[in-house]
């Protein structure tokens, strides 16, 4: 994604547009962390009645909480801001796709546990709790992930 370090909604969503193209139900997705955000703003985009076949968010970022306002600082909650403030249409990306998947970790440091039970409420998202990955990060010593691409084969079935 383009400056990664800085990322904005209204970047990163055209520029994943695209690079998708047209999408179709052949169409999948795989967020990380805020890209999470993007792939489901992405969705809520979408014109009716276009359908994908699905997503699989890693750590899927939604809200800053106290600790990481206190570590990461104010330019960090700045960048956070339009991410947290700008709501997602939930019921307007379930219409653009059926199957869901969500990876969470036990210690992630960024992505609180609760998390978990937005994607099952808001899009029947089926989910896992991993142990001990972190955020899913390289400093985590997460290099792969097998799980996700398990997960898209049998979203494809």
Not at 108 to 127: C, H, M, S, T, Y
Request: charged share 25%.
């Amino acid at each position: 994604m383009p400056d990664s370090g800085n990322p904005k909604i209204e970047v990163w969503i055209p520029f994943l547009a695209e690079q998708v193209g047209i999408p179709d139900t052949d169409t999948y997705f795989v967020g990380h962390s805020v890209g999470s955000q993007t792939v489901l703003r992405y969705l809520a985009s979408l014109p009716a009645g276009v359908r994908v076949g699905g997503a699989v968010f890693v750590a899927p970022w939604l809200a800053l909480d106290e600790e990481t306002i206190r570590e990461e600082g104010p330019e960090s909650v700045e960048i956070a801001k339009p991410w947290v403030e700008t709501p997602i249409d939930w019921e307007k990306v379930r219409t653009h796709a059926d199957k869901f998947f969500a990876i969470f970790s036990d210690d992630d440091p960024f992505v609180p546990i609760e998390n978990q039970k937005f994607f099952e409420e808001r899009l029947g998202a089926k989910n896992v709790m991993e142990h001990a990955k972190g955020h899913f990060s390289e400093s985590d010593g997460i290099v792969e992930l097998p799980i996700v691409l398990e997960q898209l084969n049998a979203m494809m079935q």
